[in-house]
């Protein structure tokens, strides 16, 4: 095979963003932590807009502390 002249199958980047939010709680220490979970792509783009690559992230987020429980 000539390797100047293969072809490679290279997976493409989604363009469109995604962004998928759960919530949860946690006992901690005996108290109640209720938070949000986010995951999800972010598009990496040039000067022009066009995409070029992605991302993923997740992200917690405490919601309520309750202190009573």
């Known amino acids: 095979m000539d390797i100047q002249h293969a072809?490679?199958?290279v997976p493409c980047a989604p363009i469109e963003e995604q962004r998928f939010v759960t919530s949860?709680?946690?006992q901690v220490?005996?108290?109640t932590?209720?938070?949000k979970s986010t995951a999800g792509t972010l598009t990496?783009?040039?000067e022009d807009g066009d995409?070029?690559?992605s991302l993923f992230y997740v992200s917690y987020k405490l919601v309520i502390w309750n202190a009573s429980s």
């Open 7 to 9: 072809r490679f199958e």
């Open 24 to 26: 949860h709680t946690i």
């Open 29 to 31: 220490h005996g108290r």
């Open 33 to 35: 932590l209720s938070y």
């Open 44 to 46: 990496i783009r040039d």
């Open 51 to 53: 995409a070029h690559g």
